[in-house]
């Protein structure tokens, strides 16, 4: 059985960074991608920033250079990397991980870690 877990959000001041980490376990055979995507309440989930397991990375247009997302693959481990935080940035982050195991590829999501932004 596949598992998802995020770790690392919490308070953070406006101007300031943290630093989230995403750790799939189990059955893995391969992963082909993982990302980070987050909501907040009465919107929809929008993608912050994935990356491939060729290291192709994309980012959610209100990044602006502000976040980096990376891998540590013999770990199964997603970071991203997030700097000049702002009030907007208050959300819950939701680790997603596209993995193979031995009954096919599927979609897996973590409970999410929240993260809110406040002086």
């Known amino acids: 059985q596949v598992q998802v877990v995020e770790f690392g959000g919490g308070l953070v001041q406006p101007g300031g960074s943290l630093r989230l980490f995403c750790v799939a376990s189990?059955?893995?055979?391969?992963?082909?991608?993982m990302g980070w995507f987050r909501q907040v309440p009465g919107k929809e989930r929008e993608l912050s920033a994935s990356?491939?397991?060729?290291?192709?990375?994309k980012y959610g247009d209100f990044v602006r250079g502000r976040i980096t997302i990376s891998t540590d693959n013999a770990k199964n481990t997603a970071f991203l990397q997030m700097n000049s935080l702002e009030p907007e940035d208050t959300a819950v982050y939701y680790c997603n991980a596209d993995i193979r195991d031995a009954w096919g590829s599927d979609d897996y999501w973590g409970q999410g870690t929240q993260v809110t932004v406040s002086s």
């Open positions: 990356i491939s397991n060729t290291g192709s990375t």
């Open positions: 189990g059955s893995i055979l391969r992963i082909d991608a």
